[in-house]
């Protein structure tokens, strides 16, 4: 089954492990209830980010000036913006493009089956993470988020 996105208001559950890998060890970071931990903790001091009102916000925190991205209608926009010069990204069709963009060329990862792969490949050598249950959009930006600049 592929990697599918469940409803905004759906907090899921989940882990996201290193490459294919499904190893405890291996698991990146999990998500619970809003919330992205690091590795397999669920400790407050331990939240990367949180996800609320389909925004995502540094660590722990729900104040505006904190607010890493705002999503809407799959387009993915820095900070508290809506507007077209600050989107980073779109996602649509099971690929993330970079800014407003729908060119394969511009094509970031893509995803399949719960692996994300690296720009438009398939090979099991190019799984950036896999994600161990299904998300919402919201909860994909986050891990995707702390996947490529936390770690």
């Known amino acids: 089954m592929g990697l599918s996105f469940l409803n905004f208001?759906?907090?899921?559950?989940?882990?996201?492990?290193?490459?294919?890998s499904t190893y405890s060890s291996d698991v990146i970071c999990n998500s619970k209830d809003g919330k992205i931990y690091k590795g397999n903790s669920s400790y407050s001091s331990d939240v990367l980010v949180t996800i609320r009102d389909k925004k995502i916000y540094k660590g722990n925190s729900s104040y505006s000036s904190d607010v890493l991205y705002t999503i809407s209608d799959g387009k993915i926009y820095k900070g508290n913006s809506s507007y077209s010069s600050d989107v980073v990204?779109?996602?649509?069709d099971g690929k993330m493009y970079k800014g407003?963009?729908?060119?394969?060329s511009d094509i970031i990862c893509n995803w399949k089956d719960r692996k994300v792969?690296?720009?438009?490949?398939?090979y099991s050598s190019d799984v950036?993470?896999?994600?161990?249950?299904?998300?919402?959009?919201?909860?994909?930006?986050?891990?995707w988020?702390?996947?490529n600049y936390v770690y």
Do not use: M, Q, W
């Not at 990204?89 to 649509?92: A, F, L, N, V």
């Not at 950036?128 to 930006?141: G, K, P, Q, R």
């Open 128 to 143: 950036l993470y896999t994600i161990s249950d299904h998300v919402n959009i919201a909860e994909f930006i986050a891990i």
């Open 89 to 92: 990204c779109t996602i649509r």
């Open 9 to 20: 208001l759906t907090p899921s559950t989940c882990k996201v492990y290193k490459g294919t």
């Open 100 to 104: 407003n963009s729908s060119y394969s």
């Open 117 to 122: 792969y690296k720009g438009t490949s398939s």
């Open 145 to 147: 988020h702390v996947v």
